[in-house]
């Protein structure tokens, strides 16, 4: 609770305590009128200077003076009663300022409690104020008691406590109601607690559950690649293990097969030698059949072995006996060699075994250290995710806050509140064309030709969005700004970005999450534009360079608005929250306003895209020249702030006035649209048509080619000149099926037309543009 109801209670415990001290005086003086003697009363009386008969009139009767003590005994009640009052007020008053104590974390959401109790406390200061004027009417009786006039006291006292029972109902009711509001404030702030700690609460258990899929997902994937990599490293180890074997095995054989190959072929070479020598002893000793000898040989190892037979029978017990233990010593010596090499082979794959195993061991630690790192790290990842949620719920916006807190403060700006003087009287044209030029001059420094500024009022009738182009410096942006401060209304210069996409980077965007809106410099312009001070005046949003971006895509809501506003407003957000702003539908869309101009400028370089074909002929296009015109410094006019109305009805009566000169135009325009079509592919479409009739007339009434300085030509052929360049020729610059001597023909094509329509001066402009696309198709 404030200091100001606190300051408030005060207040009505002083007022409480004022009223019953002039009660306390009242009943003395009327007391000690009972307890007086009338002939004491009379000379009092007659002392001060009062009549007798006033003195008969003013006798006291006792039940008078009764009736007055019980009148007084009810206000004494009165008194206690509004004290108890006072009192229960300034204990709900620090039950609701423990109640703001206790919800500080929410300080947002108690602005509409504050106003409450502001308004409750301007309540009780107006009932403070009565109960002093009750004081100061106390006091008149207190002095008419003093006088004697007993009867009009009690008369008064009666009229006092009818009132003050009526105001002390009042009150109670008044009281009672606050009471009632400020608890059910309460039980719907203790509800939105209640759904913020359950919304909290959702979240935090969604947090713990997915924390523990996370979890339970990361032991998963922990033993499966531990049990991955063990299957892999035992089934590479097994296939090592094979591979040696097979590999060793095939060595092996591969070396007893080469070994064996190696003695076959001794054996040949030693049986063809052999096999030589017995047929070179065949012939030396004249033998023919081999098979004698065969059987001769047969003969000889017959008797050979019966001379082995017959000397093993003569070798002695002891050389048999040692013979006999080396052939046993001979197995027993392989039958050791074959186990020692079949241990061999054991501890060979014991030993690959075990080199196995120590790789598997490396590389599960390797895996558990990995897994650590993986796990210190999601622990931090979780620890971070947690904070982000605790400080976006820290965080999170007061509900009762603005969606659109710039917007809202324009509403409470007096200054945009205030209309301002305007002029709803169509002005003459001419005469708005020469002062807009001398205080445009004037106010910024920058000289516009006189044709330039009436071709800038054409344009404001012919469309709601201009195109300025030409070289960087040459006052591009200074134009329009300059155009407003003449006009007395105001231009927002907004800088566009290369990375624009959509209109979201041009209006702003929603933070669904968060619940807030990002007003951009282009919202807050269109917003600025409806206020009291700007809504019947016309406003100028300039979009700087205007062609970093596609406006085709970015900009391409308010070119549908432009060709075709169907009433309906841009949507903003889903929905509005807080204190919705005074020019918006619902809180979250907003309307397009009749009274903006948007004007882009261009330059065409390197950085910059070209325009689309549907860009062009929805606007106005002006190519400012690459020199400064000189225009002599004159006193400025006095140009009026006039509204949209006005100007509006100017434009109008500038096409009432001037139609031939718009029927010329459009019968000069439809001689050259076979011709333009034939060799530029060029189509005058019905919006061109409706276009060159808003703009001619106006050019026209406005006083274009008084100063001559567009080679002699008068306003019509100023205004024609004009519009076939920027609006109708330049479609050449896309047309690349177009030749060189396409152009010409259709420059020839204009000339012959400009001299049998009698136009002054000759085209420039348009012969310019012509000029442009020869060199261009030259290369």
Same mark, same amino acid.
């Given at each position: 609770m404030s200091k100001r109801s606190r300051r408030s209670g005060s207040t009505r415990e002083n007022n409480g305590t004022s009223v019953a001290r002039k009660t306390e005086a009242l009943k003395t003086l009327l007391e000690r009128a009972r307890q007086a003697d009338p002939a004491e009363v009379e000379a009092v009386m007659t002392a001060e200077?009062?009549?007798?008969?006033?003195?008969? @009139?003013?006798?006291?009767?006792? @039940?008078?003076?009764?009736?007055?003590?019980?009148?007084?005994?009810?206000?004494?009640?009165?008194?206690?009663?509004?004290?108890?009052? !006072?009192?229960?007020?300034?204990?709900?008053? &620090?039950?609701?300022?423990?109640?703001?104590?206790?919800?500080?974390?929410?300080?947002?959401?108690?602005? *509409?409690?504050?106003?409450?109790?502001?308004?409750?406390?301007?309540?009780? $200061?107006?009932?403070?104020?009565?109960?002093?004027?009750?004081?100061?009417?106390?006091?008149?009786?207190?002095?008419? @008691?003093e006088e004697g006039f007993v009867a009009a006291a009690a008369n008064a006292h009666q009229a006092l406590t009818t009132e003050l029972t009526r105001r002390r109902d009042d009150f109670d009711r008044r009281l009672q109601e606050e009471a009632d509001a400020l608890r059910d404030d309460h039980r719907r702030r203790l509800a939105r607690l209640d759904e913020d700690r359950v919304e909290f609460q959702a979240a935090r258990d969604t947090l713990k559950a997915e924390q523990a899929e996370l979890r339970a997902a990361l032991a998963e994937a922990r033993r499966t690649q531990i049990?991955?990599?063990?299957? %892999?490293?035992?089934?590479?180890?097994?296939?090592? @293990?094979?591979?040696?074997?097979?590999?060793?095995?095939? $060595?092996?054989?591969?070396?007893?097969?080469?070994?064996?190959?190696? !003695?076959?072929?001794?054996?040949?070479?030693?049986?063809?030698?052999?096999?030589?020598?017995?047929?070179?002893?065949?012939?030396?000793?004249?033998?023919?059949?081999?098979?004698?000898?065969?059987?001769?040989?047969?003969?000889?190892?017959? !008797?050979?072995?019966?001379?082995?037979?017959?000397?093993?029978?003569?070798?002695?017990?002891?050389?048999?006996?040692?013979?006999?233990?080396?052939?046993?010593?001979?197995?027993?010596? /392989?039958?050791?060699?074959?186990?020692?090499?079949?241990?061999?082979?054991?501890?060979?794959?014991?030993?690959?075994?075990?080199?196995?195993?120590?790789? $598997?061991?490396?590389?599960?630690?390797?895996?558990?250290?990995?897994?650590?790192?993986?796990? &210190?790290?999601?622990?931090?990842?979780?620890?971070?995710l947690r904070a982000s949620v605790e400080e976006l719920y820290r965080d999170r916006p007061d509900p009762t806050s603005p969606l659109f807190p710039n917007c809202v403060a324009m509403d409470d700006d007096d200054e945009l509140n205030e209309e301002g003087v305007l002029v709803d009287e169509a002005p003459d044209l001419a005469e708005l064309a020469l002062a807009l030029q001398a205080k445009m001059f004037t106010g910024s420094d920058r000289a516009y030709r006189l044709n330039d500024v009436c071709a800038a009022l054409g344009g404001m009738h012919m469309?709601?969005?201009?195109?300025?182009?030409?070289?960087?410096?040459?006052?591009?942006?200074?134009?329009?700004?300059?155009?407003?401060?003449?006009?007395?209304?105001?231009?927002?210069?907004?800088?566009?970005?290369?990375?624009?996409?959509?209109?979201?980077?041009?209006?702003?965007?929603?933070?669904?999450?968060?619940?807030?809106?990002?007003?951009?410099?282009?919202?807050?312009?269109?917003?600025?534009?409806?206020?009291?001070?700007?809504?019947?005046?016309?406003?100028?949003?300039?979009? %700087?360079?205007? /062609?970093?971006?596609?406006?085709?895509?970015?900009?391409?809501?308010?070119?549908?608005?432009?060709e075709n506003n169907d009433g309906k407003p841009i949507q903003l957000a889903p929905t509005g929250l807080g204190r919705q702003p005074n020019w918006m539908v619902g809180g979250k869309a907003i309307h397009l306003p009749d009274n903006i101009w948007f004007v882009g400028t261009a330059n065409q370089d390197e950085s910059t895209l070209e325009f689309a074909d549907k860009t062009y002929n929805r606007s106005f296009v002006l190519e400012l020249p690459a020199v400064r015109p000189w225009v002599p410094r004159s006193a400025a006019h006095a140009a009026q702030?006039?509204?949209?109305?006005?100007?509006?009805?100017?434009?109008? *009566?500038? &096409?009432?006035?001037?139609?031939?000169?718009?029927?010329?135009?459009?019968?000069?325009?439809?001689?050259?649209?076979? %011709?333009?079509?034939?060799?530029?592919?060029?189509?005058?479409?019905? &919006?061109?048509?409706? $276009?060159?009739?808003?703009?001619?007339?106006?050019?026209?009434?406005?006083?274009?080619?008084?100063?001559?300085?567009?080679?002699?030509?008068?306003?019509?052929?100023?205004?024609?000149?004009?519009?076939?360049?920027s609006k109708v020729l330049r479609q050449l610059r896309t047309r690349f099926e177009v030749t060189v001597e396409h152009v010409k023909k259709i420059e020839a094509s204009l000339l012959n037309e400009w001299d049998n329509g009698g136009m002054s001066g000759m085209p420039e402009r348009s012969m310019r543009t012509l000029e442009d696309a020869r060199r261009r198709l030259d290369g």
């Amino acid at each position: 609770m404030s200091k100001r109801s606190r300051r408030s209670g005060s207040t009505r415990e002083n007022n409480g305590t004022s009223v019953a001290r002039k009660t306390e005086a009242l009943k003395t003086l009327l007391e000690r009128a009972r307890q007086a003697d009338p002939a004491e009363v009379e000379a009092v009386m007659t002392a001060e200077g009062v009549p007798a008969a006033d003195m008969t @009139a003013m006798t006291i009767e006792p @039940a008078d003076v009764t009736r007055l003590g019980e009148v007084l005994d009810a206000l004494d009640m009165q008194r206690l009663a509004y004290q108890k009052c !006072a009192t229960a007020a300034s204990e709900r008053e &620090r039950q609701a300022e423990e109640t703001r104590k206790s919800l500080e974390e929410e300080r947002r959401s108690l602005a *509409g409690e504050r106003q409450n109790l502001a308004d409750q406390q301007t309540k009780i $200061q107006k009932t403070s104020l009565a109960l002093a004027a009750r004081e100061e009417q106390l006091r008149a009786l207190e002095q008419d @008691a003093e006088e004697g006039f007993v009867a009009a006291a009690a008369n008064a006292h009666q009229a006092l406590t009818t009132e003050l029972t009526r105001r002390r109902d009042d009150f109670d009711r008044r009281l009672q109601e606050e009471a009632d509001a400020l608890r059910d404030d309460h039980r719907r702030r203790l509800a939105r607690l209640d759904e913020d700690r359950v919304e909290f609460q959702a979240a935090r258990d969604t947090l713990k559950a997915e924390q523990a899929e996370l979890r339970a997902a990361l032991a998963e994937a922990r033993r499966t690649q531990i049990a991955s990599e063990r299957r %892999d490293a035992a089934i590479e180890a097994e296939v090592a @293990a094979r591979a040696a074997a097979e590999i060793a095995a095939v $060595q092996v054989e591969l070396h007893t097969t080469t070994m064996r190959a190696d !003695a076959a072929e001794q054996l040949v070479d030693e049986l063809s030698a052999r096999l030589r020598r017995l047929e070179s002893d065949w012939e030396r000793y004249g033998i023919e059949d081999p098979s004698h000898i065969l059987d001769q040989l047969n003969a000889v190892k017959e !008797a050979n072995r019966d001379l082995r037979d017959k000397l093993a029978t003569r070798l002695d017990d002891d050389t048999l006996d040692r013979l006999r233990r080396l052939e046993q010593q001979n197995r027993e010596l /392989n039958a050791e060699r074959e186990r020692l090499g079949y241990e061999l082979e054991e501890l060979r794959g014991q030993a690959l075994a075990n080199r196995i195993s120590n790789l $598997q061991v490396k590389q599960l630690a390797d895996a558990e250290q990995h897994f650590a790192i993986l796990e &210190r790290g999601y622990q931090t990842r979780i620890g971070e995710l947690r904070a982000s949620v605790e400080e976006l719920y820290r965080d999170r916006p007061d509900p009762t806050s603005p969606l659109f807190p710039n917007c809202v403060a324009m509403d409470d700006d007096d200054e945009l509140n205030e209309e301002g003087v305007l002029v709803d009287e169509a002005p003459d044209l001419a005469e708005l064309a020469l002062a807009l030029q001398a205080k445009m001059f004037t106010g910024s420094d920058r000289a516009y030709r006189l044709n330039d500024v009436c071709a800038a009022l054409g344009g404001m009738h012919m469309s709601r969005l201009h195109l300025l182009e030409g070289i960087s410096g040459i006052g591009k942006t200074s134009l329009p700004k300059a155009l407003a401060r003449a006009l007395g209304t105001d231009c927002v210069v907004i800088e566009v970005q290369a990375g624009w996409r959509d209109r979201h980077d041009l209006i702003g965007h929603y933070n669904t999450f968060e619940k807030r809106f990002d007003e951009s410099e282009f919202l807050q312009a269109i917003y600025r534009a409806q206020t009291p001070r700007f809504r019947h005046r016309p406003y100028f949003i300039v979009l %700087d360079e205007m /062609n970093l971006s596609r406006p085709e895509q970015y900009f391409s809501v308010f070119l549908s608005k432009l060709e075709n506003n169907d009433g309906k407003p841009i949507q903003l957000a889903p929905t509005g929250l807080g204190r919705q702003p005074n020019w918006m539908v619902g809180g979250k869309a907003i309307h397009l306003p009749d009274n903006i101009w948007f004007v882009g400028t261009a330059n065409q370089d390197e950085s910059t895209l070209e325009f689309a074909d549907k860009t062009y002929n929805r606007s106005f296009v002006l190519e400012l020249p690459a020199v400064r015109p000189w225009v002599p410094r004159s006193a400025a006019h006095a140009a009026q702030p006039y509204s949209v109305t006005a100007l509006d009805q100017a434009f109008r *009566g500038a &096409r009432k006035t001037h139609a031939e000169a718009g029927t010329k135009a459009r019968e000069f325009v439809k001689s050259l649209r076979n %011709d333009l079509y034939e060799f530029g592919r060029v189509q005058l479409g019905s &919006r061109v048509e409706k $276009q060159l009739e808003r703009y001619v007339p106006v050019v026209v009434a406005a006083g274009a080619g008084q100063q001559q300085d567009d080679s002699g030509q008068d306003g019509l052929a100023f205004a024609i000149d004009q519009f076939l360049s920027s609006k109708v020729l330049r479609q050449l610059r896309t047309r690349f099926e177009v030749t060189v001597e396409h152009v010409k023909k259709i420059e020839a094509s204009l000339l012959n037309e400009w001299d049998n329509g009698g136009m002054s001066g000759m085209p420039e402009r348009s012969m310019r543009t012509l000029e442009d696309a020869r060199r261009r198709l030259d290369g």
